[in-house]
């Protein structure tokens, strides 16, 4: 971001805006039923400040350190903060305390914690179960024949609300193979759903498959490069 940052979030903010309301249009889906959640992993807070502006409200931080500073920073702002980035157990405190939303949830023992640790006066912690749909050994999230169990005992825990699932499939080129992988995340939503479990949030696409999202069912896309801009290489 070198010239001119405030303008052009706002500029990519407004196209990202239509892309998702083309989307909605070219799938069938109602309007306004895809919320944007805005990454901003690794972004400076001006470029928060900007889509603030712009009338953004939810925004998702991977690192706990840098998502903690951000939060300090904007405290005077209405800002719903949600995590995206992976979740040890040992940092779960730093989560519960101060992020509205977790995204990331794929182990009962963290989903105990993060309930354990939620303050008493806070809103239950808003939460999807993340689940691997590609089957890659190396990216975090449930088996799906495994989703049902956890999804049940997460949803009895007192102080979380779980809301979805959420996925981050193996990078994939062509669009019906990326509309395969969020076809499975919703079919088993739909599963758990008609087993009774209230769920109203599909967290699934980015910059590059959001369309692919849109078109099986995503409510909630996350999407980083495509309002700020590439990202920095280091944390600010
Ligand atoms: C970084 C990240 C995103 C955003 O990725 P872009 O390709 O920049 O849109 C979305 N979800 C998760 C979990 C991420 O870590």
Redesign the pocket.
């Known amino acids: 971001m070198i010239t001119e940052p405030k303008a052009e979030i706002a500029q990519r903010l407004a196209a990202v805006r239509q892309r998702i309301r083309d989307a909605e249009v070219a799938y069938g889906r109602e309007a306004g039923s895809v919320k944007l959640l805005a ?1 901003s ?1 690794r972004q400076p807070i001006e470029a928060i400040r900007a889509a603030i502006a712009e009338g953004q409200h939810a925004f ?1 931080e ?1 690192y706990l350190q840098e998502g903690a500073e951000k939060r300090e920073a904007l405290a005077g702002e209405s800002v719903e903060w949600h995590f ?2 992976a979740l040890q157990s040992n940092k779960t405190r730093a989560v519960a305390e101060g992020f509205d939303w977790v ?2 949830i794929d182990r009962l023992k963290i989903a105990r914690r993060l309930s354990e640790q939620r303050p008493a006066d806070a809103a239950p912690l808003q939460c999807c179960l993340q689940v691997n749909v590609s089957g890659e050994a190396s990216k975090s999230g449930v088996a799906p024949e495994q989703a049902p169990d956890l999804a049940n005992e997460i949803a009895s825990l007192p102080n979380l609300q779980l809301r979805g699932l959420m996925t ?1 499939p193996e990078a994939v080129p062509d669009f019906e193979s990326q509309r395969a992988a969020f076809r499975q995340l919703r079919e088993l939503q739909a599963r758990l759903v008609a087993d009774g479990l209230a769920l109203d949030t599909l967290s699934m696409g ?3 498959d959001l369309e692919a999202a849109v078109a099986e069912g995503a409510t909630m896309v ?5 309002v700020f801009g590439p ?1 920095p290489e280091k944390t600010p």
């Open positions: 990454v992993k998702g991977n995206i980035g995204h990331t981050l980015m910059s590059n996350r999407l980083g490069t495509a990202r």
